[in-house]
C-alpha cells in the first residue's frame, strides 16, 4: 500500500481509498463533444474509483500494462487533478465543516487507457482497468492544508515535451472542494489517507513512448513522468 511523504516533513499518509471526480471541469466535457447536452452537464459529482494500488508517489516513468506478451491500450492519456488528501475518519461531514477534514493537497495525473475506456463503454461495462492500472495515479509530496490560502485559485500546468497541454485555474472546478468532501461522506463515508482527484481541465491528449510529462500546481509541487 503506498504512502506519501509530506512536504518538509519526516511525516507519512498511508493510502486508503481513491477517489475520483470526473466531469468537473466545463473545458473538460466540451472536449468530447457533450456540452451541448444540458444533461451532460452533471447535478451531482460523478465518482469512480482506483485501485490503492495504482498510487505511486512520485514515480519518473509510467508505462501501458503488458498482458500475454502485448501491451492492453495503444491510447495513453494525461490528465493532471489536484488530489485531496483526507486527514481524519467522516460520516456525513456538514459542508460547513468539510475542510476540517482535509490533511493537505498534492498534484496527481489521473493516467487513462482512452481506447480501452471508450470500448467498455460501448459495451456497457465497467473501465475500471482504464483508470486503475499500476502507476495510473501518480501523486507528489502532499502539502498540508494550512499552507494553502485557497485551494480555489491554484494554477495548474501540464506540458508534454515542454509544450503546454493543460493550462487552467482551479476556479474553474463545476464541483468545489467542500461539496465534493460533504457528497462522498455521505454516500462512501471517508477515512483518513483517502486520496481524492478533483477533475482534469481540457487538454487531454494521446501519448507516444518517449515523452517527458511535467505537471505543476502553483504552491503544491510538480510531477516529471518519462511514457516508457
Known amino acids: 500500500m503506498a504512502e506519501l511523504k509530506v512536504k518538509n516533513s519526516k511525516e507519512t499518509i498511508r493510502v486508503e481509498n481513491v477517489y475520483c471526480i470526473g466531469k468537473n471541469y466545463l473545458e473538460h466535457i466540451r472536449e468530447f463533444d457533450t456540452a451541448s447536452k444540458k444533461d451532460e452537464v452533471p447535478e451531482e459529482p460523478v465518482i469512480f474509483l482506483k485501485p490503492n494500488t495504482s498510487v505511486e508517489m512520485n514515480p519518473d ?39 476540517e477534514y482535509i490533511f493537505g493537497y498534492a498534484v496527481g495525473i489521473d493516467f487513462t487507457l482512452r481506447d480501452v475506456q ?57 464541483f468545489e472542494i467542500d461539496y465534493i468532501i460533504y457528497y462522498i ?7 483518513r489517507g483517502d486520496l481524492i482527484f478533483t ?30
Not at 492492453?72 to 475542510?99: C, H, M, R, T
Not at 460501448?122 to 494550512?146: C, H, I, M, R, Y
Not at 491528449?205 to 513522468?225: S, V
Open 118 to 174: 471508450t470500448a467498455f463503454k460501448q459495451k456497457g461495462l465497467p473501465w475500471t482497468l482504464s483508470k486503475g492500472f499500476l502507476g495510473a495515479a501518480p501523486v507528489s509530496d502532499v502539502v498540508k492544508a494550512e499552507d494553502i490560502d485557497n485551494p480555489h485559485d491554484l494554477m495548474m500546468r501540464l506540458k508534454i515535451n515542454r509544450d503546454v497541454k493543460q493550462d487552467a485555474n482551479t476556479s474553474s472546478m463545476i
Open 61 to 99: 516513468k509510467v508505462s501501458i500494462p503488458v498482458f500475454k506478451g502485448k501491451g492492453i491500450s495503444d491510447n495513453l492519456q494525461n490528465e493532471i487533478e489536484l488530489v485531496i488528501i483526507i486527514g481524519k475518519d467522516g460520516v456525513d461531514i456538514p459542508l460547513e465543516e468539510a475542510y
Open 199 to 228: 477533475g482534469t481541465p481540457a487538454g487531454i491528449m494521446r501519448l507516444n513512448k518517449g515523452d517527458l510529462i511535467e505537471a505543476e500546481i502553483e504552491k503544491i509541487g510538480k510531477l516529471k513522468i518519462k511514457v516508457v
Open 185 to 191: 461522506s455521505c454516500i462512501f463515508g471517508l477515512k
